[in-house]
């Protein structure tokens, strides 16, 4: 954009990055216009130009998750079991498409969430408003695609006086002719009803909800609410020549490690993973490997830092680096040495070749002498994905990631005021490069999630101005909205089967849609109301006011 801008080649424009304070989509695309405004001043003060925004200016001129409004007719059997759907999602674009089109398309793909629909017609609406032009965030449609599917899943329950967890088990993904989404995509290596009756029993989620109905009864005007939801994400960016990356590697001959790669540090631990994942491949301590910045004059035309695929991408790239200095070390000790390649060892940061040990710093060095090249890139692009969109039909996602979430609340139905009491999460993340930082992702995904369906609401005036443009008007969560009790586990012995980065799984987006469950939970306690015979409608974000006017619309129907 810098280099359009200006009307430059895009060699003159080097960009450095070495980390973001927060990324969560809106600076995918919407960083580049006051990027664009410095350059400008830039280039002609021939000074250097620092541009930043006032917090109010920020919230009202860049763009926010595209709000959609969605409709649905669905038919399903005495079961609960869906039979036929039409669902419709309709995306507000803003004045400007921007990344539109991709992110309804993510809404459609994942308008089934975790379930297979028979018989299902899905649309969607990209619709221009007088607002500004709203872009990625954290899940990027995912998450506006699956809550109809969810809330579909509660009105069932509803109507047929069911446990909304019956029903959706009922509806999951299986095998054979239930495997199959609606773009035509095989489930394969479905854990998701493994993933929901594991958390079913750890949760003592059978027990609770009779505690529950039994509370609710005693209660006129305490509420409580219980709700268990899944997910499933597809992994991949929807456009295919975004899923490729590159790296760097140099080996210095003191044995420490130079690494850059093509992705962006914005606090989600992935410099620290794709360092781990260079000091695993060489068997060396990970405080030998130093990530430089984000830098367009080392890793050319990287892709963004999005659609949860940071470590897949970037981490393979490294690791293909890696693996060609190494083998390069290794041809050299066999050379030197007459030794065979299955006598060449790397372990705890020595390199054994035969029956000599060398330090990996030693090793280094030799190598050096010896004219072996330590530097190397590496490239990784996805493989398996595909789609047509003139048929609706392919292979999107290279592989689905897997949880599910509990949540209980508790609501005040003078007030609408309401708590999350406890959350349980289980999520699969294949075979873990860093679970304290996976643990954290999905941690703060939830919790971020929550605060989306629950307090964020954003109000526009009729011009299409933003009203809720700051810190006072924009409720975000904070540590007193998480849940009380939050226990949060990862699926043990997990690996992807697909050919991931240490079969590794994605975890930056997934857990943001277990937020759901609070949304539900929420729902639940509202049903109570009318002895869980009507299905409340509770639109999103569920601040205390639409809480109340769903609770009085409880009221008034049960009259």
């Known amino acids: 954009m810098v280099a359009e801008v200006l009307d430059i080649p895009l060699n003159k424009v080097l960009v450095d990055m070495r980390r973001m304070g927060g990324g969560f989509g809106g600076k995918e695309t919407q960083a580049a216009p006051w990027a664009c405004i410095a350059a400008l001043l830039a280039n002609v003060t021939k000074r250097p130009v ?15 998750r595209h709000p959609f409004e969605n409709n649905y007719t669905v038919g399903f059997d005495n079961k609960g079991q869906i039979k036929g759907i039409n669902i ?6 803003g004045y ?28 969607g609406n990209r619709c221009k408003l007088n607002t500004v032009s709203h872009t990625a965030f954290r899940g990027f449609g995912g998450p506006q695609g699956m809550m109809t599917i969810e809330m579909v899943m509660d009105d069932i329950a509803r109507h047929t006086g069911k446990d909304p967890l019956a029903i959706r088990k009922a509806n999951l993904y299986g095998t054979d002719e239930r495997n199959e989404t609606h773009y035509h995509q095989k489930i394969e290596h479905n854990n998701l009803a493994e993933i929901i009756d594991t958390l079913e029993e750890s949760s003592d989620y059978q027990k609770r909800r009779k505690a529950i109905t039994e509370f609710n009864k005693g209660n006129e005007i305490l509420k409580k609410g219980i709700a268990l939801t899944p997910v499933k994400f597809g992994i991949s ?6 899923n490729q990356a590159g790296a760097l590697v140099h080996v210095y001959t003191d044995g420490t490690i130079h690494l850059s790669h093509g992705g962006s540090e914005m606090g989600q631990g992935l410099n620290t993973k794709v360092a781990q994942i260079v000091a695993e491949e060489f068997q060396v301590n990970v405080d030998t490997v130093a990530t430089s910045s984000s830098r367009t004059d080392k890793v050319p035309n990287s892709s963004p830092t999005a659609a949860s695929s940071g470590t897949d991408l970037n981490g ?4 293909a680096a890696a693996k060609t200095i190494k083998q390069r070390l290794i041809d050299f000790a066999c050379e030197q040495y007459q030794v065979t390649a299955d006598q060449v060892k790397f372990e705890n940061s020595n390199v054994i070749v035969g029956d000599q040990i060398f330090s990996f710093a030693e090793f280094s060095q030799l190598a050096y002498m010896g004219r072996v090249s330590l530097s190397s890139t590496g490239f990784y692009k996805t493989p398996k994905i595909h789609f047509d969109r003139a048929t609706g039909k392919g292979h999107p996602f290279f592989y689905f990631a897997t949880g599910a979430a509990v949540s209980e609340v508790i609501i005040d139905t003078l007030t609408g005021e309401y708590k999350t009491l406890r959350t349980d999460i289980l999520q699969d993340v294949g075979h873990s490069i860093n679970p304290a930082i996976d643990i954290g992702q999905i941690e703060g995904a939830f919790v971020q999630g929550m605060g989306w369906l629950t307090t964020e609401e954003l109000v526009w005036n009729e011009q299409g101005r933003l009203l809720s443009n700051n810190p006072a008007t924009y409720k975000i969560p904070a540590i007193n909205d998480a849940p009380e009790d939050f226990r949060v586990a990862l699926v043990p012995d997990a690996t ?6 240490y079969n590794s799984k994605a975890v930056g987006e997934p857990p943001f849609m277990l937020g759901m469950s609070v949304w539900s939970a929420l729902k639940d306690a509202i049903s109570s109301v009318s002895d869980y015979k009507q299905s409340p409608i509770l639109d999103t974000p569920a601040t205390p006011e639409r809480v109340l006017w769903a609770v009085e619309s409880m009221k008034a129907a049960n009259q």
């Open 50 to 64: 620092k541009f930043k925004l006032a917090r109010v200016d920020d919230m009202v001129m860049t763009g926010k």
């Open 88 to 93: 419709e999602v309709n995306s507000n674009c």
């Open 96 to 123: 400007s498409p921007d990344l539109s089109d991709a992110v309804t398309d993510r809404a459609m793909f994942h308008s089934d969430n975790a379930y297979f629909l028979d018989q299902a017609t899905v649309t």
């Open 237 to 242: 960016f929807t456009v295919q020549h975004l």
């Open 316 to 319: 393979k790239a490294a690791e």
């Open 496 to 501: 992807n089967r697909e050919h991931t980065i």
